[in-house]
């Protein structure tokens, strides 16, 4: 069924064979667990979000700031996710986030996903990976992100899911939404046995409660929080992004990570000699 109130926007990911990636579970050296996440009665919470004060909704559903023409919202919650993955690294980098703005979300997604305003039938969404690139290669308002890579399918259920978010301080997710988190929004997710599928929605996971593994996610301009058994059987893809300016916060090689082989990854895919130009960051 479709979405009923509020927008998705996640079209399927490009096919292994069509658009390779770089693995991140493999430069997560050595993969470590935080003490709480092993203690069921911890309380020990990642958290990047609270210094955020809040998200936008960003035009990806019904609110009253949206232009009258798109007052329902428009599919462009990859490009919502970009927004508040970086409100959250200039909350915890530099102590303000500023979301990007409603005339910058609508330009990437008319770029990115081919939309034309007041034209519903353009409205089609975007794909995960093509966001990140083009974040990476092209800049948004002047600023790139270093690198981007996925998550191997279930093992974003494990430590490394943690791990990528101490490290990056947020995970670009895409999920297969069932009916019964959009309407259940904004109350928790919880999985909820044979509730037909609503479509592909982009949401950003910014902290978790450790010990309960119960994560934090923004979508929709809220907070919600999402449990193990959701997040099983909803997330298809998992994608974590690095800035330059949390990297710089938490060290030139935070958590253990291997840029070195990052870098090396990097040129095999990319045909650049120097993508991470290293001597900057090391």
Request: glycine fraction near 12%.
């Amino acid at each position: 069924m479709p979405f009923e109130t509020y927008k998705g926007g996640r079209r399927p990911p490009h096919p292994l064979y069509a658009k390779p990636r770089l693995w991140m579970d493999d430069f997560l050296t050595p993969v470590q667990v935080h003490p709480a996440a092993a203690d069921p009665s911890a309380r020990a919470e990642i958290d990047y979000f609270s210094a955020v004060g809040g998200f936008p909704m960003d035009l990806n559903g019904p609110d009253p700031s949206n232009p009258a023409e798109i007052a329902g919202g428009i599919g462009d919650c990859g490009i919502a996710g970009m927004d508040h993955i970086q409100m959250a690294w200039n909350a915890y980098a530099h102590g303000k986030a500023t979301s990007w703005g409603s005339e910058t979300v609508l330009s990437l997604y008319e770029h990115l996903g081919g939309y034309v305003y007041g034209q519903p039938e353009t409205d089609q969404g975007t794909v995960l990976q093509d966001n990140l690139q083009f974040w990476r290669q092209e800049g948004v308002n002047g600023d790139k992100i270093l690198f981007y890579g996925a998550l191997r399918p279930g093992s974003w259920l494990r430590p490394e899911r943690i791990k990528s978010l101490q490290a990056f301080g947020g995970i670009y997710l895409g999920l297969n939404l069932p009916q019964s988190a959009e309407r259940a929004f904004p109350g928790d997710w919880v999985y909820v046995p044979r509730s037909p599928e609503a479509g592909g929605h982009c949401v950003v996971q910014h902290g978790e409660l450790l010990g309960w593994h119960e994560a934090r996610l923004s979508s929709w301009g809220a907070v919600v929080k999402a449990s193990p058994g959701f997040l099983q059987h909803t997330i298809e893809e998992a994608w974590v992004v690095a800035a330059p300016d949390f990297i710089d916060v938490n060290g030139r090689n935070p958590s253990g990570l291997d840029i070195a082989g990052i870098q090396s990854a990097l040129k095999e895919l990319t045909g650049e000699s120097n993508p991470l130009q290293l001597k900057t960051i090391l």
